[in-house]
């Protein structure tokens, strides 16, 4: 039996124009650009760690450029997020965070520092499917006393919007992700082969991640078809993927040698609806005439 729980899309609206923060950065030592899939951990002002100087390889300020309209705690994390792996970076502890005020800037402003940490997996909460970044053991870090399975993957996909009117388009982001805390995973002798299994479950999640955005694509024209029907698309998708994940769960308790089938009708799905693997669509604000 599999945890899955799904979180609703958030939606970010400019009305005339939207900037983008402004970011200043300052290298402090020289590493190879990293990507996402490799991690990236965030830490707030009030996230407890311990690092060295010696860690420290830039300083990232984002700030409002005086016409920023997309300037929530999340887009500015993201814009500090996508400094930090130019840097070479594995984590950024944000020490200031300055909130909108109704006399000041509307816009959230932070100033951190970008860390090369030795090792980021005991700080992980979350992963993000790649195909490039499987599971491991070690991504399961939730208790295992009195849970009634060998291993568990909690999975699923949420989404996010955001768009400015004066562009005449939206955008729809999807990520699928796996969480690290409400996944467990026991000791067994037979760990290589629980391990690929889960793994299955986080890939089938992407897969329904995929077909929510190839059904939006097919299905919504406008913003206004997407407010109105959106979430009930993706809770359908969602209902769908948790029918999927028990039904191989149950096929391959009752059959283990089942796996593999499961394991290659899996990838042939993946690549059957690779076009939309980069789960991102511009929906247009009205419907054209």
Same mark, same amino acid.
């Given at each position: 039996?599999?945890?899955?729980?799904?979180? #609703?899309?958030?939606?970010?609206?400019?009305?005339?124009?939207?900037?983008?923060?402004?970011?200043?950065?300052?290298?402090?030592?020289?590493?190879?650009?990293?990507?996402?899939?490799?991690?990236?951990?965030?830490?707030?002002?009030?996230?407890?760690? *311990?690092?060295?100087?010696?860690?420290?390889?830039?300083?990232?300020?984002?700030?409002?450029?005086?016409?920023?309209?997309?300037?929530?705690?999340?887009?500015?994390?993201?814009?500090?997020?996508?400094?930090?792996?130019?840097?070479?970076?594995?984590?950024?502890?944000?020490? *200031?965070?300055?909130?909108?005020?109704?006399?000041? /800037?509307?816009?959230?402003?932070?100033?951190?520092?970008?860390?090369?940490?030795?090792?980021?997996?005991?700080?992980? *909460?979350?992963?993000?499917?790649?195909?490039?970044?499987?599971?491991?053991?070690?991504?399961?870090?939730?208790?295992?006393?009195?849970?009634?399975?060998?291993?568990?993957?909690?999975?699923?996909?949420?989404?996010?919007?955001?768009?400015?009117?004066?562009?005449?388009?939206?955008? #729809?982001?999807?990520?699928?992700?796996?969480?690290?805390?409400? /996944? &467990?995973?026991?000791?067994?002798?037979?760990?290589?082969?629980?391990?690929?299994?889960?793994?299955?479950?986080?890939?089938?999640?992407?897969? &329904?991640?995929?077909?929510?955005?190839?059904?939006?694509? /097919?299905?919504?024209?406008?913003?206004?078809?997407?407010?109105?029907?959106?979430?009930?698309?993706?809770?359908?998708?969602?209902?769908?993927?948790? *029918?999927?994940?028990?039904?191989?769960?149950?096929?391959?308790?009752?059959?283990? /040698?089942?796996?593999?089938?499961?394991?290659?009708?899996?990838?042939?799905?993946?690549?059957?609806?690779?076009?939309?693997?980069?789960?991102?669509?511009?929906?247009?604000?009205?419907?054209?005439?």
């Amino acid at each position: 039996m599999k945890t899955r729980h799904f979180l #609703l899309g958030l939606s970010i609206l400019g009305l005339l124009s939207a900037c983008s923060p402004k970011v200043v950065v300052k290298p402090l030592q020289n590493y190879p650009a990293r990507q996402l899939y490799e991690g990236l951990i965030v830490f707030m002002p009030s996230d407890s760690i *311990k690092y060295t100087e010696q860690e420290v390889i830039g300083e990232i300020r984002v700030m409002d450029s005086g016409t920023t309209i997309n300037c929530d705690l999340e887009t500015v994390v993201d814009s500090a997020k996508a400094q930090a792996l130019k840097l070479g970076a594995n984590a950024i502890k944000i020490y *200031k965070h300055k909130l909108p005020n109704y006399l000041g /800037s509307s816009c959230h402003q932070i100033s951190a520092k970008a860390l090369r940490l030795s090792d980021i997996k005991p700080y992980e *909460k979350q992963i993000v499917w790649d195909a490039r970044r499987r599971l491991s053991i070690a991504d399961f870090k939730g208790d295992t006393l009195n849970r009634p399975f060998q291993a568990a993957t909690c999975s699923s996909f949420n989404y996010k919007t955001w768009g400015r009117l004066i562009d005449g388009y939206m955008t #729809l982001k999807v990520e699928t992700f796996f969480d690290c805390f409400c /996944s &467990y995973f026991k000791p067994d002798p037979a760990a290589e082969t629980l391990l690929e299994h889960e793994q299955i479950h986080f890939d089938i999640s992407e897969i &329904y991640a995929r077909r929510f955005v190839r059904q939006v694509s /097919s299905e919504i024209k406008s913003i206004e078809e997407f407010n109105n029907t959106g979430e009930k698309i993706a809770r359908t998708v969602v209902l769908d993927m948790q *029918k999927r994940q028990d039904l191989y769960d149950s096929e391959v308790y009752v059959d283990p /040698s089942k796996q593999g089938a499961w394991i290659e009708k899996t990838q042939i799905e993946l690549q059957e609806l690779q076009e939309f693997a980069p789960k991102q669509l511009r929906i247009r604000f009205k419907t054209k005439k």
